[in-house]
């Protein structure tokens, strides 16, 4: 006969790697990206207590009270608290890590999940259901959602962050001006990032660098592009951060879209890439609100 084994104090949660690929597969399943705090809730018959990512213990009395009354001896539940309407905080549970005496964590994805759907949840308790959507993350940016985790069915729970757990954030899009470029490293060619920049009245601000998105012939045909109106200096007038090591200065003559997560706090931009070259006036570029 098996005996259980004890609840563990702590199990560091898995993390998802962001990424801007974009694809469906069948040996992945895709959840939406909710916008609220991490919790591992640790069950110990009566004893619940609720642990964010960090190892902060949380005090959350009504999400506690409903765990407590999960018809399981012990278990530990990963999931995230977010603020469902009018109704309060509610714990979206979306992995099952032990479960009656049992280390789950070695078992494949899709197994943790037929454990975890036995177990009857009720509100303020919601499992995260698989999105059945053919572009999930269309569906995500359009109904304002924070983005998409994208997970192998057959991944194990790592105590780190993974390849195998995938998050698409939602992205936003914006023309800037090129004003510069980078030299190639290793084995790119062309050209390194574009540096790139929007008008503030007679300023040409800089916004940062752009490096993903550009295939090989891209890559060559703005290089050519790019060379054809080099300059000295930089035409940014305002610029915060502008690299100066194997840095090249243009004419701001060319315009490109770029998708991109966020503005920083210091204004630039956060995971760019390029989506294409536009044919925008180079002046009419300027920040706009989201």
């Not at 998802?16 to 809730?41: C, M, N, S, V, Y």
């Not at 084995?187 to 998105?213: C, I, M, P, Q």
Request: glycine share 8%; hydrophobic share 40%; net charge neutral.
């Amino acid at each position: 006969m098996t005996i259980p084994a004890p609840v563990p104090d702590w199990l560091e949660p898995m993390a998802a790697t962001l990424t801007q690929d974009r694809f469906t597969h069948p040996d992945w399943l895709f959840e939406r990206k909710l916008d609220g705090i991490r919790l591992l809730a640790f069950k110990r018959g009566d004893d619940v207590r609720l642990f964010s990512r960090n190892r902060l213990l949380r005090e959350m009395p009504r999400v506690a009270d409903a765990i407590r009354g999960l018809p399981v001896r012990d278990a530990i539940l990963d999931g995230e608290a977010a603020w469902d309407g009018g109704s309060g905080v509610g714990y979206h549970v979306f992995d099952l890590l032990w479960l009656e005496g049992r280390d789950l964590t070695k078992l494949p994805l899709v197994e943790r999940y037929a454990f975890l759907d036995e177990i009857p949840l009720d509100p303020p308790l919601a499992r995260v259901t698989e999105l059945s959507d053919p572009e999930p993350w269309t569906r995500a940016c359009a109904e304002g959602w924070e983005g998409v985790i994208a997970k192998r069915r057959d991944s194990i729970y790592e105590h780190r962050r993974s390849r195998n757990w995938l998050k698409m954030k939602c992205e936003l899009s914006h023309d800037f001006v090129v004003g510069g470029f980078t030299d190639p490293q290793k084995s790119r060619v062309g050209l390194g990032a574009l540096l790139v920049g929007f008008y503030d009245g007679g300023d040409l601000v800089y916004a940062g660098k752009v490096g993903t998105g550009l295939d090989t012939k891209l890559l060559l045909d703005l290089r050519a592009r790019l060379d054809a109106i080099e300059v000295a200096e930089p035409p940014f007038t305002r610029a915060v951060g502008l690299p100066r090591v194997r840095a090249h200065w243009v004419r701001p003559q060319i315009v490109v879209e770029v998708a991109f997560i966020e503005w920083t706090v210091h204004g630039k931009l956060r995971h760019s890439r390029l989506l294409r070259v536009d044919d925008t006036p180079p002046h009419n570029v300027v920040r706009e609100a989201p």
